[in-house]
């Protein structure tokens, strides 16, 4: 949707601190905060992890789950150390996920 009408209103210090904090804990503008308000939208806090430290193991694993996968295929023979390994990493990851989330909303309680 395109936005084209502008409004103007007037916030003391304290309000526009508040503004600023709750949009930066919903993870949007100042204006896509105020426009959820006025729609009644429930906002929650946007989880602060490493997405792209994540989302770059999470990549690393899938390669090796894919090197597995060819080698089984190509030799009809599993390489079970290496398929444990890649589970094992997994289940790290997710561990260390999970822990981060945690954490995280704890701390947002917290506030």
């Known amino acids: 949707m395109k936005y084209t009408k502008t409004i103007f209103f ?5 309000e526009l601190k508040d503004l600023n904090e ?3 804990v919903a993870g949007v503008t100042r204006s896509e905060y105020i426009r959820r308000c006025i729609n009644e ?3 929650k806090p946007m989880v602060k992890i490493n997405y792209v430290e994540i989302t770059r193991e999470a990549t690393e694993l899938v390669e090796r789950f894919r090197v597995v996968a060819d080698r089984a295929w190509h030799s009809r023979v ?3 150390p290496m398929f444990r390994k890649v589970i094992q990493d997994t289940q790290i990851l997710m561990t260390n996920i999970k822990n981060e989330l945690i954490k995280e ?3 947002e309680k917290q506030k």
């Open 78 to 80: 599993l390489d079970v």
């Open 22 to 24: 709750e949009a930066e």
């Open 105 to 107: 909303i704890n701390h």
């Open 41 to 43: 939208t429930v906002m």
């Open 10 to 14: 007037y916030l003391d210090d304290e």
